[in-house]
């Protein structure tokens, strides 16, 4: 990937040793390297010139206009000019500032410039509600905030500016969403974009040096659910933006020439894995300001002629359903990813049938991860909804009954466990203990101990491997994972007759993305002849206004009691599959 340190590497791994085993079973990658993964976004090397498109996107509404591009030179001088804005503010270097924007050509800028300024990112998608921003502001102590004043999607215009001051935001740089002048008023001490920029106007074109720090420094926070309901703040450091680029590298084929699309936000890894996916191979971005789900996005994939299109599975069925892939020229496309959440392997061979029958490469992974664990391949036959081996530099166990990994070539089903050298992957997190969350009483393995990731998976006589949902309480809603607890605990306050509430994941019978599925328990045990769909649409418009939009109740289940362990713990994984052995007798 042509990737310059400033200061070389020591060696590629150092070994945990036997005193640092608990510490650190994944030992130290580029111990003693000094490098800056912005820079090196913006470097020009054999893969490309200061000419090349590295970003091109289109807004919604502008469909019949050609698509706008940006080259190498311009987004250097963009991205330096940010860089120079953010010193003036006179923050400490290390210090995290938060981006809560759409995924367009600013919020990628700004994301490059905060890490070539020596900042750390704070990754916070555009949809959470003010709670949820709030919470994730306090965890990494973020000293200031990117935010746009609205989010435009079609004829509606969604609020974003006023959930950052109601999340008690600190100091706001705040985008207009379409014209260069604001509609709204500014709190006292928050900046516009054109005022923001003003400051160091005279400096525009001149170098940004970069700040070059050690490879585990922290260059971006993200968050992933854990079970008790707070967010696990996962620091990516300067490793992880070249486990990301590997993955697409070795995964995907991406390569200079290459037009790399995924609808996503920065508030999720596949936002800066996008990024850094395209750039660090010598690839060009595509960015469609509007929803994935519209005709708009279909023509915008065709104008940008897209190589490899990102997708997760519940996009793909809207797709299906309401054809607006229809007339489009998808003949552009090299292969397709999906990512998030389990696939269909109808809808997949429907998709690959827009674009000539090219392959979808399965790509598993985890924030935490800083990319995948469990892929497909090029190299390799593909089967649909299905992995055909584990990423570069990953090892897959799948432990059997009696908590131990089965045979590594055996078929089986359980949950999965990875060998603890991965390249890129988190050694520490910022409101949990990292060892206690992913290493404590995990089986070893010829003397290392095994990670924990949580999923079910299944390893098929043939080879392949298929993911089964999640073994805790955190559950995949529309490829965002989510705690059980999070959802439980708006439910519950939702009506005055619910003495309490569990939220399941449950896998629908002929594959796919998760429902959300709530079992209710009334207080009154006479009560469930209580309106059901009624309660649901009440859920709904609870979890959606509290915790996130894009969820959907699909079902309220009424149970006398919860079935729990004799620690008074809910078994929800009981619950799961009752729920899904329920739904599969009614398929049939």
Known sequence: MCIDFSVPPNCILQS????????????????????????NCLNVNS???????VIIWRDEGDDDLPVKSMTLKELQTEVWLVAHALNALGLNRGSAIAI????????????????LAGYVVVSIADSFAPLEISTRLKISKAKAIFTQDLIIRGEKSLPLYSRVVEAQAPMAIV?????SSF??????????????????KKLKGDVFKAVEQPIEAFTNILFSSGTTG??????????????AAADAWCHMDIRKGDIVAWPTNLGWMMGPWLVYASLLNGASMALYNGSPLSSGFSKFVQDAKVTMLGVIPSIVRTWKSTDCIAGYDWSSIRCFSSTGEASNVDEYLWLMGRACYKPVIEYCGGTEIGGGFVSGSFLQPQSLAAFSTSVMGCRLFILGDDGHPIPEDAPGMGELALGPLMFGSSSTLLNASHYDVYFKEMPSWNGLILRRHGDVFERTSRGYYRAHGRADDTMNIGGIKVSSVEIERICNAVDSSVLETAAIGVPPADGGPEHLVIAVVFKDPDNSTSDLNKLRISFNSAVQRNLNPLFKVSHVVALPSLPRTATNKVMRRVLRQQLAQVDHNSKL
């Open 16 to 39: 945990p040793s036997e005193e640092s085993l608990t510490l650190n079973p994944g030992g130290k990658w580029l111990p003693g390297a000094f490098v800056n993964p912005a820079k």
């Open 47 to 53: 893969k490309r010139s200061l000419d090349d498109i």
């Open 100 to 115: 809560d924007m759409p995924m367009n050509v600013y919020s990628v800028i700004i994301y490059l410039a905060i890490v």
């Open 175 to 179: 985008l207009p969403a379409k014209s």
């Open 183 to 200: 509609n709204i008023k500014l709190r006292d001490g928050d900046i516009s974009w054109p005022e923001f920029l003003e400051r160091v």
């Open 230 to 243: 707070e967010p696990k703040a996962i620091p990516w450091t300067n490793g992880s933006p070249f486990k």
